[in-house]
């Protein structure tokens, strides 16, 4: 009997946003943080890991911003397993099934792919490596998140308290989102473009993504403020830059 081969791992960046509640013309994916645009660092840090086999970032058809904000990155040499291709949806799980289906031909069904946002910039090596080596041998596939840690309030139309929610087994979901290549593909179809992220997709199927605790510094950049905070974060210890460097 011959062994299976071994599955890989492949990174999907969907980068086709607009990113409007920044209050930027600017799509926020290529906002300048400490002088680099912000999805260089996420970019960096799945780059320079060895258990990666590609990165693949989607963006919009009229993406006009990539040649002239990354020109000096994608110089560089490791980019070799770096993809970059024009096919962004009008949502992001429009986006991600898209871009499935543009690296159908080069992966396996049952390899790996990690979802990863473009607008991350405090993921690190060290929980790039926890999430694999949690998952690499999952039925399912799960998702970076941190329990909830803050009192819940649901507001009414009047934007009042209507009810304070219990947050106990409450999570909040970051990315990486890692599942098999052909499972989350299904999912996708599935649902229709209508899930927010690529565990509810998959969660509609009946499955149980499993959650692996991710780090505050992961966050996501939503709002002009929470650029300050990365830009915070990362000048204190510039581990991304460091470990990918």
Known sequence: ??????????????????????????????????????????????????????????????????DNHL???????????????RCGGTTRSETVLNGLLSMEAAIGAEDWVLVHDAARPGLTTGLLDKLLDALQDDAVGGLLAIPLADTLKRADPGERVA?????????????????????LKRALMKAG?????EAQAVEAL???????????????ITYPEDLLLAEAILAYDNTPLKEAT
Request: charged share 20%; glycine share 8%.
């Open 1 to 66: 009997m011959t062994d299976q081969p071994t599955a890989q791992f492949h990174v999907l960046i969907p980068a086709a946003g607009a990113g409007s509640r920044m209050r930027n013309e600017t799509p926020k994916q290529y906002l300048p943080l400490l002088g680099r645009p912000l999805i260089e660092y996420a970019l960096r840090v799945c780059l320079a890991s060895p258990r990666i086999s590609s990165v693949t970032v989607i963006l919009s058809k009229d993406d006009n911003y990539w």
């Open 71 to 85: 020109a000096g990155f994608t110089l560089d040499a490791r980019l070799n397993r770096l993809n970059v291709v």
């Open 163 to 183: 009810s304070t929610e219990p947050r106990e087994g409450l999570w909040q979901a970051q990315t990486p989102q890692m599942f098999r290549v052909g499972l």
């Open 193 to 197: 473009g209508k899930p927010t992220d």
């Open 206 to 220: 009946g499955h149980k993504p499993k959650l692996v605790a991710g780090e505050l510094r992961n966050l996501k």
